[in-house]
């Protein structure tokens, strides 16, 4: 297992799409036990292979506190939506930083599990609001992007400050 180098906002590899997986073999699963691993140490609650600049749609999940229900997502879609819910949200790309966003209250996402069978999850609260969050990152989308400008703005100077102070 290895730990994985997390891009941070705003790397232009972020804005990366990614591709659908083909086949899953061993590679897959190894990416995914991977970031599993990183996401666990960060700590987090999900994490997209976009993060760690590998652009094929993959997700891991764990919103568990025992840290014990992992879900690998492998090429999800959003098969349904409604309702509207606003929660806060954080980026391990984007560390410090927290806000408000938008999304579905509920949603039903079809995905490919690390054994090629199809299925379906029907989630609302904060797993729906953690699929949406992974799945925007697989279309180079993060969470800052739902924000005003002025806030992406006053983001990008807090990082860059940031920065500058851990160099
Ligand atoms: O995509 C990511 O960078 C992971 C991100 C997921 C997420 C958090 C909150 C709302 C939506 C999506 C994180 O995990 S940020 C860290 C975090 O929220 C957390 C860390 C440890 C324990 C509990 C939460
Ligand atoms: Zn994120």
Known sequence: ????????????????????????????????????????????????????????????????????????????AIAARDGVQVCEEGCLSVPGIYDKVERAEHVTVRYLDLEGEMRTIDADGLLAVCLQHEMDHLQGKVFVDHLSQLKQTRIKAKLAKQARITA
């Open 1 to 76: 297992m290895a730990l994985l180098p997390i891009l941070r906002f705003p790397d232009p590899r972020l804005k990366k799409i990614a591709s659908p997986v083909e086949k899953i073999d061993d590679g897959i699963r190894r990416l995914a036990r991977d970031m599993a691993e990183t996401m666990y140490e960060a700590p987090g609650i999900g994490l997209a292979a976009t993060q760690v600049d590998v652009h094929r749609q993959v997700i891991v999940i764990d919103i568990s506190e025992a840290r014990d229900s992992l879900l690998v997502l492998v090429n999800p």
